[in-house]
């Protein structure tokens, strides 16, 4: 099992920052892709920023410029820092992992609410 803990979400005014963290743990394949996705009320869940074990990052068009991902291999630890926060950016943030050698894995957070409001 896959266990995915998530935390750094909060209520912040719009320009501010954040930093969300997720702590992956269990029996997960060393080469694999972290990232972490929101969702905002009534629209489907969409892609802010993923990371490779490599350090490969690929970014929303709509975060490009504000938010950074990175991560601690050792911890299997993902960080996405957040900037110049806007209102579009309230949502649900969840944390992935996912792997496809040897076998497939695909794995979720429970979620942490950000918040961007004056």
């Known amino acids: 099992q896959v266990q995915l803990v998530e935390s750094g979400g909060g209520s912040v005014q719009p320009g501010g920052s954040l930093r969300l963290s997720c702590a992956a743990s269990?029996?997960?394949?060393?080469?694999?892709?972290m990232g972490w996705y929101r969702q905002a009320p009534g629209k489907q869940r969409e892609l802010v920023a993923t990371?490779?074990?490599?350090?490969?990052?690929n970014y929303a068009d709509s975060v490009k410029g504000r938010f950074a991902i990175s991560r601690d291999n050792a911890k299997n630890t993902v960080y996405l820092q957040m900037n110049s926060l806007q209102p579009e950016d309230t949502a649900v943030y969840y944390c992935n992992v996912a792997w496809n050698w040897p076998n497939r894995g695909d794995y979720w957070g429970q979620g942490t609410q950000v918040t961007v409001s004056s």
């Open positions: 269990g029996r997960i394949v060393s080469l694999n892709r």
């Open positions: 990371i490779t074990t490599g350090g490969s990052s």
